[in-house]
């Protein structure tokens, strides 16, 4: 499996193909331990029926009506339409009571049943939008079975088939079950992980590491225009071993726009620093140079408009690249360029590898049979890591070359003005210890000063956000100034404390202070916890408010789950704590105005009658209840038990109804 990385790191996925038979009841699989140590393809064309119905999971369900397809093919697929596929296998006596497991790859969603129990779930096969698709299972269930007879698989599929704007086709098949033991899936997956992701970070540490220190160069000396270029090499390789690994590691169809994208930049990264390097060391013509940079930037723009047509474009880019790159190296090395050899010998290296192995993978195509040590994993590992370092390895030294050469011809320079004028050299020496010693304690005064306006800098802007919300704070900060907004639709909660007054004089103001700060932290991760926003405390009551400034579709529910969890929280308090406060909340929604008041010790704050109405609300509720009005109750009617109380008179307000807000329902 490894030695086919080679591949997956320069083209990403690859293409399958299968020959078919027919399955049935009377003529089921037949597996034995020998056929799922690696995983057994389930791949015969098996019984199909467009439709659903749990019946169809029945292992006793006739399905003699059927079609019989080959379920694999994503042709077989209508958009927006479950399908369920029965499957017949028999196990012989070497795998009773075996750890089995099935390695499923898919296009959608699924749901398998052996036997009519349900096993496996990968995605979540709803109505409409509300379906979930996930390309893999990465972690199978484990089952077993006891006897020989015929064991059905039924599989309840829900596929995806609009994929015109996915930038790759990130599954060959619509579907692919392999039966496989657990053990050998587990340690075939263990080993690959840890292999794969070791070589993969490897990669992606070294090759970027190497391209910001190169970027470095670059901006140090622009002139240096190859520095940027080996830079962008080294960063592109390191995205792209970070692409690959991501794409490993995916399992939901919504990334793979973003990683193919990502993957296909730094392909075209790594064509467009190649010919620029080469160019820049070896080549004549700017105008080549400027003509294959600007092909790599159509490419770029073309991706927005048909990422097919950019994908195969960017290929034949690659290949012309390497093939002008190499005729550039070996034109420069019979010109005897002293750089020629240097760079030459690790490009060179880079394309026999790379010939080699499509020599190998071509004989092994054609059941050409190859030396056992040539077909190994480690001799696949071991042209891999020869394939990435050589280039980098070359160009290092003839980086390492070049800083020889003006270092030694410095040196001469040195030496002959050592000899003409020794004493005068000395006493430009001193003067020059002497300002570096100046200038190595300003620069030691100026990080001290530097590091200390930072420290104060960091707790100025952590006091900010702990006053502001952040994309206030920010604003605040870019503009100097604050304006305040109107939002249309939140949830506003106040919470107070029962009796606070008598209680007060009870416990004592040291112990009421105690009380009240750990009763609001508490509150505060309350608050983090489900994305609400604190406005402030007011003695003892607690304002805060959701759906701002970030609009939340569910803020009216995120504000009920807080309330409750405030309540669950002082009835656990009061038993360990008996003077504990009893507690009141009200909630209301609708709109309102928030923003900062003042320009002296500024705060956050909101305006409103939804602010009003949420705080009759409270001054209505009662003992360790949640007050909500008509407003809330719409928006949480479906997912939360609430209790009418009628219509109560409010101050300012008239009759309005309300309702207790009791718990969550269940799904």
């Known amino acids: 499996m490894k030695k086919h990385l080679f591949f997956t790191f320069l083209f990403l996925l690859g293409m399958q193909t299968f020959c078919f038979a027919q399955n049935s009841r009377e003529k089921p ?30 292992p006793k369900f006739d399905d003699s009506a059927w079609k019989n397809i080959n379920f694999n093919s994503k042709k077989t697929y209508k958009k927006n339409t479950v399908y369920w596929i029965r499957y017949y296998f028999k196990i012989d006596s070497t795998l009773i009571n075996k750890s089995l497991c099935f390695d499923i790859k898919q296009a959608g969603a699924s749901e398998i049943y052996l036997n009519g129990q349900k096993i496996e779930t990968v995605g979540k096969i709803g109505k409409e939008n509300a379906s979930e ?3 893999r299972n990465n972690v199978p269930q484990i089952f077993s079975l006891d006897d020989t007879e015929i064991n059905v698989i039924a599989i309840r599929f829900l596929p995806i088939v609009d994929e015109e704007k996915m930038t790759i086709n990130y599954s060959p098949v619509a579907l692919d079950l392999k039966l496989a033991s657990t053990k050998e899936f587990m340690d075939e997956k263990i080993e690959m992980t840890q292999g794969f992701n070791f070589v993969a970070m490897l990669i992606c540490g070294v090759f970027s590491a190497l391209g910001f220190i190169h970027l470095l160069l670059f901006l140090f000396y622009r002139k240096a225009l190859y520095n940027l270029y080996f830079s962008t090499y080294n960063l592109s390789i390191g995205l792209l071993s970070y692409m690959v690994l991501s794409f490993y590691e995916i399992t939901d169809p919504a990334d793979v726009d973003t990683f193919g994208f990502l993957s296909f930049l730094s392909i075209l990264a790594f064509g467009a620093s190649l010919t620029g390097f080469v160019n820049t060391l070896f080549g004549r013509s700017k105008i080549r140079l400027k003509i294959l940079l600007g092909i790599a930037a159509i490419l770029l723009i073309l991706y927005y408009f048909s990422t097919r047509a950019a ?20 034109r420069a090395m019979i010109r005897r360029e002293k750089s020629a050899f240097i760079v030459g010998g690790g490009i060179l290296t880079f394309f026999a590898i790379i010939i080699l192995v499509i020599i190998f993978n071509i004989l092994e195509s054609l059941n050409i049979a190859v030396p056992q040590i040539l077909s190994s994993d480690e001799f696949g590992m071991s042209l891999l890591v020869l394939i990435v370092v050589s280039f980098p390895i070359s160009i290092s030294a ?18 002959e003005v050592n000899r003409l004028s020794d004493i005068n050299l000395k006493q430009e020496q001193e003067k020059q210890q002497i300002l570096q010693d100046q200038n190595d304690l300003l620069e030691k005064q100026v990080d001290e000063r530097t590091f200390e306006l930072q420290n104060e800098k960091q707790k100025t802007e952590n006091l900010l956000l702990n006053i502001l919300p952040h994309e206030v704070a920010e604003e605040l900060k870019e503009n100097g100034s ?9 949830t506003v909660l106040f919470t107070d404390f029962v009796n606070f ?5 009870k416990m004592g103001a ?21 994305g609400l926003e604190k406005i402030k405390t007011i003695g003892d009551a607690y304002l805060a408010v959701c759906g701002l400034p970030i609009k939340n579709e569910s803020h009216a529910y995120q504000t009920v789950l807080v309330a409750l969890d405030i309540i669950d929280f002082i009835e656990e308090r009061k038993k360990t704590h008996p003077e504990a406060l009893d507690i009141r909340v009200g909630i209301n929604s609708g709109s309102l105005i928030a923003g ?5 010790k500024f705060a956050y704050d909101i305006w409103g009658d939804t602010v009003n109405t949420a705080a009759r609300m409270e001054q209505n509720s009662e003992k360790g209840k949640i007050n909500i009005s008509e407003s809330t109750y719409q928006l949480v009617k479906d997912k939360v038990h609430c209790e009418y109380r009628g219509k109560i008179h409010t101050k300012g307000k008239g009759d309005m109804d309300m309702y207790f807000a009791l718990e969550t329902k269940k799904d």
């Open 29 to 58: 699989g037949i597996f034995t331990e020998k056929d799922i140590e690696s995983g057994v393809s389930i791949k015969e064309k098996s019984k199909f029926f467009e439709g659903d119905n749990q019946v169809f999971a029945s």
């Open 133 to 135: 698709f996930k390309i």
């Open 311 to 330: 994908i195969g474009f960017v290929i034949f880019y690659i290949f012309f690249v390497w093939f002008e790159s190499l005729y550039l190296i070996i």
């Open 398 to 415: 003839y980086l390492g070359w070049q800083f020889a050469s003006t270092n030694l011809s410095l040196v001469k320079q040195l030496d």
């Open 482 to 490: 604050s304006e305040a907004k109107y939002y249309d639709e939140v």
């Open 501 to 505: 007054t008598q209680s007060s004089e």
């Open 510 to 530: 040291e112990k009421m202070l105690v009380e009240l700060n750990e009763c609001f932290t508490a509150f505060d991760m309350i608050m983090e916890k489900h």
């Open 596 to 600: 900062i008041v003042g320009v002296k």
